[in-house]
């Protein structure tokens, strides 16, 4: 068996050193016992719970071969000295148990050669840090072992220890182990660049021992095992000659060349490869064989054919640019309209005047109303209506401090209203504004109020907000004295304002 595991170790290196096989070494500390059932009874509570783990030790090596192009699965053999077994220990109270027997000690220590062939995942989480999950069978082989008894009788005053120890006998007969054994395993940890820091368990699936008794006996191992990596790890690739194309589209998988020329040779850099470019140390195109094409202005029309060839054009008007016949800056090929000079933004036509008024769309301010030019293009107000806001601005009262409108303001606002919905052009200005009483920052406030109180009650009567203004100047602007009452109630107005959009 030893000349075995010398022969499995020495291959493992062999092909190692002669494959995509990393190789590594891997040991640490574990707890064996043995998962036995039988049908002796009371054996559950008079024998079973006196049985312990085995402390031992875990050491050999461990390969690997990756799986696929991804990187992330491998194979991972190994080759382990495993310590398994179990302890029994029990101490008797002679005066309870009746028995001259104080203490009965058995140490089964079997050894094995443990050969693991797991599939292991490893999932990045950075560039030499690794989260690994690894499982799969085992195979197992009796190496060597020794079963150790001891016990304390005591007769009368006296006390005899007794010790024995004896090989474990391998073959079919009773209390002898098979020379083969089957298992699961399981293994999760980290990898940290070369090292390996991982914990397992694995679980016997077969008979391994062939007691006295009517029974099964399966190995239970728990442990730790710190590894090192003693080469660099095989990265699998679909790229042979690593020129970063695929073998499946290089034209040339065995010798390094360009993605643009298919993964061969090229010198130029030009796409076309070597073997077949006429210029192979000029750059070219393809269409003439890796050699310059004679297009000064490279537009696509050779110096021969093209009329401009100074000057990049199109094939259509022989490597001249298109023409703009109406000269606004727009060639023919983006002028919609190009017999008549026009901006860019309205595609090369002249810009509209859809009112007709001689004032252009753009410029227009009521672009579907005949208007002036002196009004932007809107029809002037009528002095009716600047009267008639006027009149209504002097209508509206607010409480005392307040910007609260009294109901008597509302026929004024109404009517106002009406003549915004009748003219849908206009917009209103609201200004507020107050007497010198208080502070300034509060008049200041306060007018700011009224001026949006009045706006909101307008929107409340259908208007949109955005026909409105509201603007507060407190104190400023006053139109009479503010040292008397009659003047300071004067400044405490509302002014109304229209004009067109």
Known sequence: MKKLYALLLLTSITYAANSQMRLGIMG???????????????????????????????????????????????????????????KYQRYFDTAAVKTDTLFHNNTFSPNYIDVPLNITLKLHMSRKASFLLSAGPYLSFFYSGKQTTETRVANGTDVK??????????????????????????????????????????????????????GTFKHQVIGASLGFWLNKKTVLTNDR???????????????????????????????????????????????????????????????????????????????????????????DEEDLCPDKPGPKEFNGCPIPDSDGDGVNDRDDKCPTLAGTKENNGCPAIKQEIIEKVNYAAKKIFFATGSDKILPAS??????????????????????????????????????????????NYLVQKGLDASRLQATGYGQEKAVADNSTPEGRAANRRVELRVSQQ
């Not at 980290?190 to 008794?213: H, K």
């Not at 040339?252 to 360009?258: A, E, H, M, N």
């Not at 199109?314 to 000269?327: E, I």
Request: glycine share 12%.
């Open 28 to 86: 640490g500390p574990q707890s064996s016992s043995v998962i036995e059932k039988n049908f002796i009874p009371g054996w559950e509570t008079t024998v079973k719970p006196f049985y312990s783990k085995r402390s031992g030790l875990n050491l050999g090596i461990i390969g690997e071969i990756p799986l696929g192009y991804s990187n992330k699965v491998f194979f991972q053999p190994g080759i382990f000295y495993s310590t398994k077994g179990r």
């Open 161 to 214: 220890y007794t010790s024995n120890e004896s090989n474990i006998q391998v073959g079919k007969d009773d209390n002898k182990v098979t020379t083969f054994d089957l298992g699961v395993n399981f293994r999760a940890g980290f990898e940290l660049g070369n090292v390996l820091l991982t914990g397992f368990i694995s679980q016997g699936l077969t008979n391994f021992y062939d007691a006295s008794y009517k």
């Open 241 to 331: 000659d690593k020129d970063g194309v695929p073998d499946k589209a290089d034209a040339c998988p065995d010798v390094p060349g360009s993605a643009k020329a298919g993964g061969c040779p090229d010198k130029d850099g030009d796409g076309v490869a070597d073997a077949v470019d006429k210029c192979p140390d000029v750059p070219g195109e393809a269409r003439y064989r890796g050699c310059p094409v004679p297009d000064r202005d490279h537009d696509s029309v050779i110096d021969d054919e093209d009329k401009c060839p100074d000057v990049p054009g199109l094939v259509k008007y022989h490597g001249c640019p298109p023409p703009d016949t109406d000269g606004d800056g727009l060639n």
């Open 410 to 455: 509302y026929p004024a606002l109404n009517n106002v209203a009406n003549i915004l919905k009748a003219n849908g052009t206009l917009i209103l200005v609201v200004e507020g504004y107050t007497d010198n009483v208080g502070k300034p920052a509060s008049n200041l406030t306060l007018s700011q109020q009224r001026a949006d109180a009045v706006k």
